[in-house]
């Protein structure tokens, strides 16, 4: 929990895009219809990218401590600043990983009820 209380605003912000694709998910688990799974779809390419952001926005973020550092030496400094640039991808990543188990559960109960 620390790492989210430390995280800056932008790894906020690309955390919180993956909480829209799981969220849409769980409705479309309840709720399946074509247009769900459309915004399914695009929600999810939008959670990789800010994803891949973060991480990125992560190691150039390291990389200017680095150079700014008086002796470039990897320190458990610069371990745990790696380490907490990768929680945005972990934490998008699983966001998915959910929400498309919720999406199967979705495409399951649509063909249950087409009497497949």
Known sequence: ???FANAGI???ATMFVGLLPLTMGIVYAFWPTEQRLMLMRTLSLATVFAAVAGV???FINELRFLSRSATVTFSQ????GLAESLVTLFF???CLAVAWLGVTVGLWRRHES???
């Open 77 to 80: 400094q610069v371990a745990a």
């Open 92 to 94: 998008d990543f699983g």
């Open 1 to 3: 929990m620390e790492v």
């Open 114 to 116: 087409v009497g497949g």
């Open 10 to 12: 932008m790894a906020r």
């Open 56 to 58: 990125g926005l992560g």
